[in-house]
């Protein structure tokens, strides 16, 4: 079965590493494929392009523009396709709450890029509780040794949700990021490593 997380259902328990999730997803509810993870209530599902729309609009909300990343429709629908991206979301009872996109899924070097993340909702926990279920899907299903991300100076809310779900900081990375207006920004980059994330408390 091709489904649109670019994931390949396994069925004969022969999955490589990383494959695990992607094909319990394809196993369990093939409509919305669903897999339900358990961790401090945050349903954590694969997105799927219908969902695209509603993604778009959490990129969108108001205050957002400089703390993250906006794709177009074009580029999400590429991207879901991707075998080496995984989207990830969460909903509440009316839409998707959250949602994250991993990029490195299946690379040699077991690094996954925490590539976006946010909520509809933010500053309400909603957003650290969602975190760690996507670290859960990083470490237990898609076999990651290091987990990192970049995340801007000045976003300090999402910066002390990282610190609090066991992100190291590693440096700062001078002016990468050039706004439309010709400013350029630097980025915090952070990771966190398989043996931190078992040793949490
Ligand atoms: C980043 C994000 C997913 C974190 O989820 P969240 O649910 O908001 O996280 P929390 O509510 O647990 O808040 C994280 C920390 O920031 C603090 N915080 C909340 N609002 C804040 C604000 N306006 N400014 C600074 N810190 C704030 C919280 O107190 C908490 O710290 P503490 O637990 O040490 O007290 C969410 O804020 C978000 O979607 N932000 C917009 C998009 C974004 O910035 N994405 C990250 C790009 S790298």
């Known amino acids: 079965m091709s489904n649109p997380n670019g994931i390949e259902g396994a069925r004969n328990g022969s999955q490589p590493p990383g494959r695990a999730f992607a ?5 369990i509810s093939p409509e919305r494929q669903t897999a339900v993870m358990d961790i401090q209530a945050t349903e954590i599902q694969a997105a799927t392009p219908s969902d695209i729309p509603a993604i778009m609009l959490v990129e969108r909300m108001e205050g957002y523009a400089r703390l993250v990343g906006r794709w177009d429709a074009e580029r999400h629908a590429t991207e879901i396709e991707n ?3 995984r989207y990830l979301l969460t909903r509440d009872e009316t839409d998707v ?9 299946g690379s040699v070097n077991q690094r996954l890029r925490l590539k976006r993340i946010a909520v509809r909702n933010a500053g309400h926990g909603i957003g650290s509780n969602f975190l760690r279920s ?5 470490f237990d299903e898609l076999a990651a040794h290091r987990v990192e991300l970049l995340v801007f100076e000045d976003n300090e809310r999402a910066y002390r949700a990282y610190v609090k779900t066991g992100f190291v900081e590693e440096g700062l ?11 350029f920004r630097s980025m915090r980059l952070m990771s966190l490593l398989r043996p931190e994330w078992v040793a949490r408390p």
């Open 134 to 138: 996507v670290l859960r899907v990083c």
């Open 173 to 183: 990375v001078r002016d990468l990021h050039r706004d439309a207006d010709g400013n």
């Open 83 to 85: 075998p080496s991206c």
């Open 97 to 105: 709450a959250g949602f994250a996109i991993l990029q490195g899924v």
């Open 23 to 27: 094909s319990r997803v394809a196993w």
